[in-house]
């Protein structure tokens, strides 16, 4: 009850640093002095004193309760060639940087709908856009988003009145007026930042940390309806243009892996880091490997662990990331195969459960089946468990079958691979069994024994 009494108690308009530079112009940025428009309104993407019209000679100032010429409706976007589209566009955005006073809701009728109407017309536009917006349309789109939503919030009166009694949180939330315009140039925005036509490394120029400063100051607003959407157009904007989750995911998340304690707190780790993946496919490859580095040796739980997350990755991983890190994974599979865990070796086979996983392998063949098939091949001869033993047979028939003459040539190679090191096994026991005579032959005679370097190779 009390937190709610201090909820009501009066606010202060929120300031940010920026409006140091218009303290000295008047309310559109104009120089009070001088009636030129201030540097800082020049240069800012954002800011509009006057918006032009239909010609670059009609000049309209932002009120819309001054206009001196006729508000009349563009054309639609199906009556124009689609080369002429973006340039209605941008005079589309052009016309509904002209604010209305809704505080009358009987003036400018007529103005007010042909301008909710041209906004929905904007967001169709946006939502099916298939070209990518210039940085022309850029600069316009935060320019008309500016000039509608970055205003003065007035304090409803009850913000400065001292509290009479306690029946406040009984208040109805004060809604905007102008909200039938405002939803309509939410909706846009966010539609706009969502669009797959907007260029982030562009746009970044217009939606910069100052526009969004602006947004946050909007939290002010005692609209209810106005917040809501301020909370999704600010996550899309922080997921679309903001590269510190970045830094975050690789110095803090990924080395949480590497503590004993990962138990605790794994089913969250994991979530988070999936999450990362959904949103930009291309961080697989850095997850990946950061769970290749931190792969457990002797935890054998702890590996079970990272198998389940491995294989929640590959399932979101796409081709271009994965060929960068398959040899090193599956070098690191191939050492899960042969575990003598079972349960280790056996969670690593069920990966080619996974459709997806199963796809990549098969797509990239050539590289994986000389890394795995000796690994298959030393379980299907010698793993103690009957289950893995089962499993293995299994993925053998499985890479068989995906290119017989590629396995075939890859068995060669291990058979032959093996006879090698049989070899070299029996010539280095042979050399041991020949110093251990050596050493036998000089204790009888009371003799010392020089070990020459070299001589056990």
Known sequence: MIKKLFHKL???????????????KGKDGADKKSGKLGDAVISSPYSVSYIGYN??????????????????????????????????????????CIAFDFMDSTKNLKEKEIKRQTLTELVDYVTSA????????????????????????TPQPCR?????????????PAMDPAWSHLQ??????????????????????YIDPVFVLKLLDLFQSEDPREREYLKSVLHRVYGKFMEEHKIFLVRSLIPLHKPKCLATYHQQLSYSIIQFVEKDCKLADIVIRGLLKYWPITNSSKEIFFLNELEEVLELT?????????????????RCL?????????????????????NLIKQNRKIILPIILPAVERNARHHWNQAVHSLTLNIRKILFDLDPELYKECLSKFQEDESKESERKAKREAT??????????KVASNEPVLVRSGLSG
Request: glycine share 2%; hydrophobic share 40%; net charge negative.
């Open 55 to 96: 010609n670059p000679g009609e000049k309209f100032p932002r009120d819309g309760n001054s206009l001196s010429v006729s508000y009349e409706a563009l054309p639609g976007f199906r009556e124009v060639s689609n080369s002429e589209k973006q340039h209605l566009f941008i005079r589309k955005l052009n016309m509904c």
């Open 10 to 24: 009066p606010r202060k308009n929120s300031k940010s640093n920026l409006d140091s530079a218009y303290s000295s």
């Open 338 to 358: 042969n575990s003598l865990h079972f349960q280790v070796a056996e969670r690593s086979l069920f990966l080619w459960n996974n459709d997806h996983i199963e």
């Open 160 to 172: 400065n009145k001292v509290l009479e009694s306690f029946d406040l949180e009984e208040e109805e």
């Open 184 to 205: 309509v140039v939410y909706e846009f925005l966010l539609r706009f930042v969502e669009s797959s036509e907007t260029d982030a490394k562009l746009a970044k120029k």
């Open 130 to 153: 298939n070209t990518k917006f210039t940085e022309a349309v850029m600069q316009e789109v935060v320019r008309m988003v500016s000039a509608n939503l970055f205003r003065e919030l």
């Open 318 to 334: 796409q081709q271009p990331e994965f060929q960068r890190c398959m040899v090193l994974l599956f070098q690191q599979i191939a």
């Open 432 to 441: 041991w069994k020949r110093l251990e005579e050596i050493a036998a032959m």
